[in-house]
């Protein structure tokens, strides 16, 4: 049996690129100033000491409906805190409503400007390569499944999608921008699931942790996005210089930090971070009853935009951009007519985008309505084009 994992994550491994797959054991050390990942001191024994005792008094004190009134107006990063919070609550935004001293504006103004020019790739990348990718993460599957989260999936994946889609928008770290907003907002929704699902049955008895979002699950989430998208577009020959790529790491390394994880575990290079994924998020990657369930909602959200792209069309791209293991784990019909129209139509496309081809491909124009038409389904369930409201949940999903 360990033969057979070993070799299933292997060739997932290079389904997805991700070369030179380890033995399935923790990589942390290998990451950062090396702080060593012993029982007891690698990220998945951090959690968040700041946000967590915060919302687990928050929570039994009967704030958060106040909270969630109070900051549905705080969205860009210069807008004052809201008024009508705890004192307490106030005190700890203050204390982290800010960027790292780390940060380097230039970086992060050049990755803004990357994710524009590529933000075709990062829609299809992010949607239905990282998005499908979380389904078979278990712990992240289960972790959503049996929040609040889980119950309204739309709902869910759009705020999951504002999260990408703040940190790609021109100016997200400028004042005027959203990003450290939704990431502030997102790291205390964590520290609100660290309380909350430890107390549903349900997910107890699936879950293979005490105590979900742990330093290293948001790390193999960042892996799950960045590194996976980092990886596609160099395989894709997607012009990429050096300082797009220094840039793009740079803004994820700011976006991880937001949400908690401490600096010396965060990948310094993107050869750093393939090599911890290669290690952390490949070998783990499996089906789970959660997971299948997940998928298939999220795949039928996306048919909702339809445009004549049918279901068959978007189990093959994700196939395409996952692995037929993936594909075969979440049970995606097989759809032969399209799996050669994604095959040959989709490189066809990127080349004539780059400018490396003369030829306009016949599917040129169904391919970029396609991407634009995901990318607003995620934003606020397709209402809004400025921002998805984000709130503090107050329990888990009901069993179902």
Do not use: C
């Not at 078979?136 to 999608?161: C, H, L, N």
């Not at 090599?275 to 997971?291: F, N, Y």
Request: charged share 20%.
């Amino acid at each position: 049996m360990e033969n057979l994992s070993r070799r299933k994550a292997l060739s997932l491994g290079v389904a997805l690129g991700l070369v030179g797959v380890a033995n399935p054991v923790q990589a942390w050390a290998s990451t950062g100033s090396g702080t060593g990942s012993a029982a007891g001191t690698g990220p998945e024994w951090i959690w968040d000491d700041a946000a967590d005792p915060l919302m687990v008094s928050m929570l039994e004190k009967g704030h958060v409906p106040a909270i969630n009134t109070a900051w549905a107006s705080w969205v860009n990063n210069n807008d004052p805190l809201p008024g009508g919070l705890p004192a307490e609550f106030t005190a700890y935004l203050r204390q982290v409503n800010r960027l790292p001293s780390w940060a380097d504006p230039a970086k992060l103004d050049r990755a803004a400007d990357f994710n524009r020019r590529r933000d075709t790739y990062l829609f299809m990348l992010y949607g239905l390569g990282s998005g499908i990718m979380s389904t078979v993460i278990p712990r992240e599957a289960k972790s959503v499944y049996w929040s609040a989260g889980g119950a309204d999936m739309q709902d869910r994946a759009a705020k999951t999608f504002t999260f990408g889609y703040d940190l790609s928008e021109l100016g997200a770290f400028k004042p005027t921008g959203q990003f450290v907003v939704t990431a502030n907002k997102t790291r205390v929704v964590h520290a609100a699931v660290r309380h909350l699902l430890p107390q549903s049955p349900h997910w107890r008895a699936v879950a293979d942790e005490t105590v979900p979002i742990s330093a290293a699950d948001i790390l193999v989430t960042f892996h799950s996005l960045g590194t996976y998208v980092h990886r596609k577009l160099l395989d894709w020959r997607i012009p990429y210089p050096a300082a797009d790529q220094e840039a793009f790491l740079h803004s994820w390394q700011v976006a991880v930090h937001l949400l908690g994880v401490p600096y010396e575990h965060i990948p310094r290079t993107w050869a750093e971070a393939e090599r911890q994924s290669a290690q952390v998020l490949t070998p783990i990657l499996a089906p789970s009853t959660e997971g299948i369930k997940l998928a298939e909602e999220l795949l039928g959200l996306t048919a909702q935009i339809d445009l004549g792209v049918t279901r068959g069309f978007l189990n093959e791209f994700v196939r395409y951009v996952l692995s037929d293991e993936v594909g075969d784990w979440l049970g995606l019909r097989r759809d032969y007519a399209s799996a050669a129209l994604v095959r040959t139509a989709w490189p066809a496309y990127v080349l004539f985008r780059e400018g490396l081809s003369p030829v306009m491909p016949g599917t040129f124009y169904m391919f970029d309505q396609f991407v634009r038409a995901l990318a607003m389904l995620f934003l606020n369930k397709g209402s809004s084009g400025t921002t998805t409201p984000i709130t503090i949940p107050t329990g888990n999903r009901a069993a179902g």
